[in-house]
């Protein structure tokens, strides 16, 4: 692509500087101890013997391997038997071992946890909804004499309800693996909020839950708060925690952003690599709910996404390297399940990462390169710390905003790899 080389080559990139974003920085101290304590304490009925099952979804989790054992822990000490389930839909490619790798990928394993992890992608019909829709459930997870359910409870990318990340999700999409998840997201992005809950609500009938665990995170990817709910304390009580961690919700201080540069995509990160409302790129029909964005750029290909790469469809730029990497078969897989086949789209593809960059300055829709709004950050995960050049500053939320040092141009070695966040 030698013309279109040629075409970014002389692109103007501006300086840039790092900025400190103000966000809630709520910690748990200690949480491992916190969450043993809370178990303890909620008389969660489990018999000697019994074996319990435990949801390992496919995010990065803060604390996920420390929080993943203390709830291992606490099965044995009520003399259980736990085990952990994959708990992630279609991902890892829809197959077992995919989905023990992803696992594996973010820590958690028997070693490391103290638990078996039981892969299947076979599944049971355990009703159907009051459309009429089946509801399946892990196998594996239906034989147990118990569940508990383990998730983050945060916004999700493509449902707007009281009910998006968390518990309900976990039942009505994770735990319901492949076969299960089709079905949940077979009437569309648009009705997922309501078909989550419809399938959630079978899961809690019939399912024997015996706990659930959620989670909230602050600005700063750090733990706020754990939750232990009772079985029939979930559905009301996660919309409550919904909100609080809605609050915290990191975010870019810009309202409008002409040129976006991400150097982390992946689905460890979001379930479409990036979240959607932090770059102004939703995946439903709903309004725009983050910033206005006029050019987007990835760099990277997250390890644990496994080539997954979808929500890639969101861009407008990325590098070759990354496009190499992409499985397209999990991609493809991915976003059809998930009935939102335009995410799997391949974006305008450039020789390096150094082009994606001014790619996204040239098409910014700004004559100047200088007057460009231009945003780096590590993921949308990762906001605490980003990039910004002069015209982003000045338009950023001043009293959210903290310069730090001086502006300087934006580095990249030999091979058009971009030096930042490294």
């Not at 915290?248 to 976006?260: N, R, T």
């Not at 910014?364 to 002069?390: C, F, H, N, Q, W």
Request: aromatic share 4%; net charge negative; glycine share 10%.
């Amino acid at each position: 692509m030698s013309k279109l080389n040629d075409m970014l080559a002389g692109i103007k990139i501006p300086q840039v500087v790092k900025v400190r974003q103000k966000f809630d920085s709520t910690v748990l101290e200690n949480y491992p101890e916190v969450l043993m304590q809370r178990l303890r304490a909620k008389d969660i009925h489990i018999e000697p013997g019994q074996r319990i099952a435990i949801t390992g979804g496919s995010r990065g989790l803060v604390g996920y391997q420390q929080l993943m054992k203390t709830i291992v822990d606490f099965v044995k000490e009520k003399g259980g038997e736990p085990f952990i389930v994959p708990a992630m839909g279609s991902h890892g490619g829809a197959t077992a071992e995919g989905q023990r790798n992803i696992l594996a990928h973010l820590g958690i394993t028997e070693e490391t946890t103290g638990a078996p992890v039981v892969s299947s992608m076979e599944t049971v019909q355990i009703g159907e909804t009051e459309l009429g829709l089946p509801v399946y459930i892990d196998k594996n997870a239906w034989e147990a004499d118990g569940i508990i359910l383990f998730n983050r409870v945060k916004t999700h990318t493509s449902i707007r309800g009281p009910h998006q990340s968390g518990l309900i999700k976990m039942m009505a999409i994770g735990l319901a693996k492949h076969r299960g998840a089709e079905f949940t997201h077979r009437l569309g992005v648009d009705n997922l909020p309501k078909n989550i809950v419809r399938v959630g609500k079978v899961g809690l009938e019939k399912l024997k839950i015996v706990a659930g665990v959620a989670t909230i995170e602050n600005g700063y990817n750090g733990l706020a708060d754990v939750y232990v709910l009772k079985k029939d304390e979930i559905l009301d009580r996660e919309p409550e925690i919904l909100k609080r961690a809605t609050a915290m919700v990191p975010v870019i201080m810009l309202d409008e952003i002409d040129a976006l540069v991400v150097t982390e995509f992946g689905k460890d990160i979001s379930g479409n690599g990036v979240d959607p409302a932090v770059v102004g790129r939703p995946t439903n029909n709903l309004p725009n709910p983050g910033p206005t964005v006029h050019a987007f750029g990835v760099l990277r290909l997250t390890e644990a996404s496994e080539g997954n790469a979808s929500g890639i469809g969101l861009c407008d730029f990325i590098p070759q390297k990354l496009r190499d990497e992409i499985d397209i078969e999990a991609t493809y897989v991915n976003c059809t399940t998930g009935c939102n086949v335009k995410l799997a789209r391949i974006p305008i593809t450039v020789d390096t990462e150094e082009l994606v960059v001014r790619g996204c300055v040239r098409t910014s829709g700004k004559a100047d390169p200088d007057d460009a709004k231009l945003v780096i950050v590590r993921s949308t995960k990762y906001l605490d710390e980003v990039y910004m050049s002069r015209a982003a500053v000045a338009a950023a939320r001043q009293d959210s905003i903290e310069v730090i040092g001086d502006y300087f141009d934006v580095e990249f070695d030999e091979n058009g790899r971009m030096k930042l966040f490294e």
